[in-house]
């Protein structure tokens, strides 16, 4: 189990997962910021991302605010640290 602390910025134009330059993580999603649809893509996005079900992805913090404490059941640190690493490496590309 992985516990993730970001920012999400709903109203992108595409769903992205980068690590900014002083370390924090930001999720851009493509869904509004209105009647939980953002929550939705986030939930939706993060499963794709980490390659698991949409139901083990929980919101546990941030419902109506932009920064979010989700938990990843199912997903090892070492795993989230992959990802991550992708994430700074596409970033600086």
Do not use: W
Not at 4 to 29: E, I, T, Y
């Amino acid at each position: 189990m992985a516990i993730l602390h970001f920012k999400a910025k709903p109203g992108s134009c595409v769903n992205q997962l980068f690590v900014s330059p002083d370390g924090a993580m930001v999720v851009r999603l493509n869904a509004p910021a209105q009647e939980g649809k953002a929550n939705a893509a986030l939930q939706a996005y993060l499963a794709m991302v980490f390659g698991i079900a949409k139901n083990r992805v929980t919101l546990l913090a941030g419902h109506t605010s932009p920064f979010k404490k989700v938990e990843l059941t199912g997903v090892s640190d070492e795993q989230v640290e992959t990802v991550l690493t992708k994430c700074r490496a596409a970033t600086a590309a």
